[in-house]
């Protein structure tokens, strides 16, 4: 595998600049950003941060371009098939390119960064299979035999996108893939801690010669570049995923503009899971901690709460710890990694934080973990407490870490159920369990956006991904996610005139 600096100078774009109405661009600002390699916390790259200029730039173009140009009111829906194709095989041919850069900008393990190009390449061929399938409906007469009605579905038009740090180049493609294909326009900006393969994927999108100009749109920044995006009355949809607080503030804000637009927003979650006595407790034990480790914990979907039997709370312990000890971290381009490290030190901090709430203001007891690890950037130890109470801090709060509570042990299912039910949280939820009248009322009682049995983390493309309450609303994935970038039009002819 080349190295890091390899890729580097390798780029086939400068990350300098922005990519507007089909053109890589100067940005008007002065003001850049560092991108960080988390595993050592060394500076790999400087990108612009972004102004209103270059945001109103990037929304006109995006406009021009719905209303005005052939994507819209040219393009047959094969021919917007065709593009996503040719921009899925794009990414396809780039893939070993991609996945090093995802690895370095992220410290996700190279394992995980070509899973979810597998995905990523999916989504692209998955949503071009709707392209050219959108329909409406004919209303035979009901009152007035003269009066044909049907509908017929539209584009929302100029979609903005705000994407989190956690998954990049993934969360790109469950959002852009389903817009474009419906025949939207958009305007995408990254988490300002992971820009890189955005950028490179803007340079793929380009390459294919099958975008119009304007059609797809960069800005690069943090939170003011965003909530530009959010306020701008050009915009007519936004897309959001992100902390609850501000996606809180993009629903005030989406509202109270002169324009009210449509949102869906993909929030936070602190996921229960729970292992009944029927568990096969070893399998559980690992997909536990995967559940809640994955991604060095930076899920949404996260097992963050986990439940455990009374009869076999002692006996499940001891495999819980061996599981979590047992990960591998290490350098994220070794095949062998199974953990990366957290994305920045505001959130190594955090976690570090949280950690410490635990142990001191919880007063909960730590199996195992708790503290920095490998001496470098910015790695924490998987980390597990035990006996934790349900209203804990670290059993409530999104933590956004590799740190699992587990809770005081249960005697009742109902009992978990009711607790749950209050959780503000809706996204996720596991059960690993045998008995199917276990299983049905867990997953039928309970409010949760999926719910795993007997696995976690599994997500395709052809299921709607979301949640409940301050988990967000609006879906990711499936026809669902499709179906929310198109807008139904009545038509009512009189034939009789």
């Known amino acids: 595998m080349s190295s890091n600096a390899s890729i580097l100078s390798r780029l086939p774009f400068d990350e300098t600049l922005i990519y507007i109405d089909g053109e890589w661009t100067m940005s008007q600002a002065s003001q850049t950003c560092r991108v960080e390699n988390p595993d050592t916390a060394e500076t790999i790259a400087t990108v612009p941060e972004c102004n209103a200029q270059d945001l109103d730039r990037a929304v006109k173009a995006a406009y021009t371009a719905f209303h005005d140009g052939p994507w819209v009111n040219e393009y047959s829906g094969a021919q917007r098939r065709d593009a996503l194709l040719a921009l899925a095989t794009a990414i396809e041919e780039s893939r070993q390119d991609v996945e090093e850069l995802e690895s370095l900008n992220t410290g996700k393990p190279i394992s995980d960064v070509r899973m979810e190009l597998d995905d990523t390449i999916d989504l692209f061929r998955f949503f071009a299979g709707y392209a050219d399938k959108v329909e409406g409906r004919h209303i035979a007469a009901q009152t007035n035999r003269n009066l044909e009605g049907y509908t017929v579905k539209v584009p929302v038009g100029v979609v903005g996108f705000i994407n989190a740090f956690n998954y990049p180049i993934c969360l790109l493609a469950w959002k852009v893939a389903p817009a474009l294909a419906a025949g939207c326009t958009i305007v995408f900006k990254p988490g300002p801690q992971t820009p890189l393969t955005t950028q490179y994927f803007a340079h793929l999108l380009h390459k294919t010669g099958r975008f119009p100009r304007g059609v797809f749109n960069v800005v690069l920044g943090g939170a003011g570049v965003g ?94 710890r061996a599981a979590a000890e047992a990960l591998v971290l290490s350098t994220p381009q070794d095949s062998a990694t199974e953990m990366g490290p957290l994305i920045d030190k505001r959130q190594y901090d955090r976690v570090l934080e949280y950690i410490r709430i635990g142990r001191d203001e919880d007063k909960a007891a730590l199996l195992t973990g708790g503290q920095p690890a490998l001496g470098r950037g910015y790695w924490i130890q998987p980390t597990v407490f035990v006996n934790v109470s349900p209203t804990a801090r670290i059993a409530t709060e999104e933590i956004f870490g590799p740190v699992l509570s587990v809770l005081e042990p249960f005697d009742s299912l109902d009992e978990v159920i009711e607790i749950e039910r209050k959780n503000e949280f809706g996204l996720a939820a596991g059960i690993f369990a045998r008995r199917h009248q276990d299983i049905a009322k867990f997953t039928r009682k309970l409010r949760s956006g999926t719910i795993w049995v007997n696995n976690y983390n599994a997500l395709y493309s052809y299921l709607p991904f979301g949640g409940f309450r301050n988990s967000g609303f609006g879906r990711e994935l499936g026809y669902e996610s499709f179906d929310g970038y198109l807008v139904p039009k009545s038509i009512i002819d009189d034939i009789s005139y």
């Not at 809640?292 to 996260?302: K, L, P």
């Open 227 to 320: 909530q530009a995006l959010v306020d701008h009355d050009l915009v007519d949809k936004i897309g959001f995923t992100g902390s609850v607080a501000t996606g809180k503030q993009v629903i005030r804000s989406t509202a109270s503009t002169r324009n009210v637009r449509c949102t869906s927003v993909e929030l936070g979650g602190k996921s229960p899971g729970v292992v009944m006595p029927d568990a096969d407790l070893d399998k559980t034990a690992k997909l536990v901690v995967s559940g809640c480790m994955a991604n060095a914990g930076m899920n949404c979907n996260a097992l963050t709460r986990l439940w455990v039997h009374r009869s076999i709370y002692d006996e499940f312990m001891p495999r819980l």
